[in-house]
């Protein structure tokens, strides 16, 4: 009979997830292997929401702290842009301030930037000239 706290665990990586399952006894060698990341991302999961990095996982902890101690009003995630041509930018995050009728007085862009690739440099510039939007990386 298994253990009903065990499955209440909180794993932060999957490379956790694969070290349970092998301390269980589950053959997980037999699983297809999992393809490394383009870039050498490592997928984290905090509050049970799937960031696609490390940089993106303590970015949004650091942003939750603030929201807390209501040093920003809202925060937002994965929001998307629409750019001329059909693109589309998605935004790591979106965070600002709120005036006391409910509306955004200011807001932030920002993307948790490993490797700045070719097509993010040119939706960020569209961002800027199409949305007057500058993205700040972090």
Request: net charge positive; hydrophobic share 40%.
């Amino acid at each position: 009979k298994s253990n009903p706290s065990h499955f209440a665990r909180q794993f932060t990586s999957e490379s956790q997830v694969d070290a349970e399952l092998r301390s269980l006894g589950v053959p997980i060698d037999a699983l297809p292997k999992k393809k490394r990341p383009k870039y050498g991302n490592e997928v984290q999961i905090v509050d049970g929401i799937r960031m696609a990095s490390k940089r993106e996982a303590k970015r949004y902890r650091e942003l939750g702290l603030l929201l807390k101690a209501g040093e920003i009003d809202f925060l937002a995630r994965q929001v998307r842009f629409r750019l001329p041509g059909g693109v589309e930018y998605v935004a790591d995050f979106v965070h600002g301030e709120i005036d006391s009728m409910g509306r955004v007085m200011k807001f932030t862009v920002e993307d948790t930037k490993g490797v700045r690739t070719a097509a993010y440099r040119i939706k960020a510039k569209l961002m800027l000239s199409e949305h007057g939007i500058s993205v700040v990386e972090v």
